[in-house]
Nanobody, 121 residues
Framework: QVQLVESGGGLVQAGGSLRLSCAAS????????MAWYRQAPGKQRELVAG???????NYADSVKGRFTCSRDNSKNTVSLQMNSLKPEDTAVYYC???????????????WGQGTQVTVSS
């Protein structure tokens, strides 16, 4: 059973920084995409940043230049370094991974439990 454990959320003033981490355990096959989503009150969940197996990344326009997503394939972890935080970054942040099946014929997606990030003005 794959489990995602997130850490690093909290309360920070605008302009500050936080680092989120997510560790995936229980996988017996390749973890393909690792990503972070967020959901603010009353809004849909949105992609913040993702990183592929080869380290290539993509970011939401709203966080480009401020957030950095990285992964450690040897430890099955993904991190999100968030700098220059703004009040509009306030949301629950979710770790998300796509894992291929053992035979590679399909893939499965998993979500973390979410961690709250609150940015005060």
């Amino acid at each position: 059973q794959v489990q995602l454990v997130e850490s690093g959320g909290g309360l920070v003033q605008a302009g500050g920084s936080l680092r989120l981490s997510c560790a995936a355990s229980g996988s017996r096959s390749t973890i393909k995409t690792m990503a972070w989503y967020r959901q603010a009150p009353g809004k849909q969940r949105e992609l913040v940043a993702g990183v592929a197996t080869d380290g290539s990344t993509n970011y939401a326009d709203s966080v480009k230049g401020r957030f950095t997503c990285s992964r450690d394939n040897s430890k099955n972890t993904v991190s999100l370094q968030m700098n220059s935080l703004k009040p509009e970054d306030t949301a629950v942040y979710y770790c998300y991974v796509i894992i291929s099946s053992v035979d590679g014929s399909t893939a499965f997606q998993y979500w973390g439990q979410g961690t709250q990030v609150t940015v005060s003005s």
